[in-house]
């Protein structure tokens, strides 16, 4: 559960870099796209775990 806490934090960074640098925008939007993932990625398989 920690990895996951800290990919989340790494991603949501990238996309807050990536909108305060207006050439970076690209970079925004793939650490939104890995933020979304690695979120629903963890809700399954903690869902996974109580089964």
Avoid: Q
């Avoid at 207006?22 to 996974?48: C, D, N």
């Amino acid at each position: 559960m920690g990895i996951l806490v800290l990919l989340l934090v790494i991603w949501l960074a990238l996309s807050v870099l990536g909108f305060v640098v207006k050439g970076l925008v690209w970079l925004a939007i793939i650490g939104i796209v890995l933020f979304l993932a690695t979120g629903v990625w963890g809700y399954f398989r903690r869902g996974a775990n109580r089964t």
